[in-house]
T-cell receptor
Framework: GGIITQTPKFLIGQEGQKLTLKCQQN?????MYWYRQDSGKGLRLIYY???????QKGDLSEGYDASREKKSSFSLTVTSAQKNEMAVFLC??????????FGPGTRLLVL | GEKVEQHESTLSVREGDSAVINCTYT??????FPWYKQEAGKSLHFVID?????DRKQSQRLTVLLDKKAKRFSLHITATQPEDSAIYFC??????????FGDGTVLTVKP
């Protein structure tokens, strides 16, 4: 088995602030993903990475940057937080297009 | 882009009854259809999947049916229990290998 950890668990930011979320996995999976989940909605893909130093844009990449520093870690940066923004950011990993395993999430609130 | 429509936004059943959640998709190239469960305040947890080379897959009380002609797939839960109460998300892969998620079905199992 393995585990995905996300830090921080809660993130409160100010409008216009740059915010970074981190994800680590010990499954030894090649592919990692960042999703955004808004209340009452499904998941929307922000970025994904199929190997170290690779980055692929998802449907919601505008306003975000990502970095795959090594196989086990994938970071997401909100480049300029929007006032009243509230969402959960979920990190996942998988072997190619197989089952995705999700982390516990980072809850973002922008004041 | 590719879409998946999850037909039931909420579903309420009595303990012991069956629950069925239906999804339809538009991308004829889709070949992988996973289902995820999200309990209150928690992340997504994989429950079952089906690939396009079969039209039925069962795992204990869960069965997934796939109708490729109608571009429809469904999750059937038999002998429901209160711990089945959660949000269930259907998803399917796109031609780039990414997953597209439905908006979720809130299942409530009443004792």
């Amino acid at each position: 088995g393995g585990i995905i950890t996300q830090t921080p668990k809660f993130l409160i930011g100010q409008e216009g602030q740059k915010l970074t979320l981190k994800c680590q996995q010990n499954f030894n999976h090649d592919t990692m993903y960042w999703y955004r989940q808004d209340s009452g909605k499904g998941l929307r893909l922000i970025y994904y990475s199929i190997t170290e130093n690779d980055l692929q844009k998802g449907d919601l990449s505008e306003g975000y940057d990502a970095s795959r520093e090594k196989k086990s870690s994938f970071s997401l940066t909100v480049t300029s937080a929007q006032k009243n923004e509230m969402a959960v950011f979920l990190c996942a990993s998988s072997i190619e297009d197989s089952t995705q395993y999700f982390g516990p999430g980072t809850r973002l609130l922008v004041l | 882009g590719e879409k998946v429509e999850q037909h039931e936004s909420t579903l309420s059943v009595r303990e012991g009854d069956s629950a069925v959640i239906n999804c339809t998709y538009t991308d004829t190239a889709s070949s992988y259809f996973p289902w995820y469960k999200q309990e209150a305040g928690k992340s997504l947890h994989f429950v079952i999947d089906i690939r396009s080379n079969v039209d039925r897959k069962q795992s204990q009380r869960l069965t997934v049916l796939l109708d490729k002609k109608a571009k429809r797939f469904s999750l059937h839960i038999t002998a429901t229990q209160p711990e089945d109460s959660a949000i269930y998300f259907c998803a399917h892969n796109t031609n780039t290998g990414k997953l597209t998620f439905g908006d979720g079905t809130v299942l409530t199992v009443k004792p």
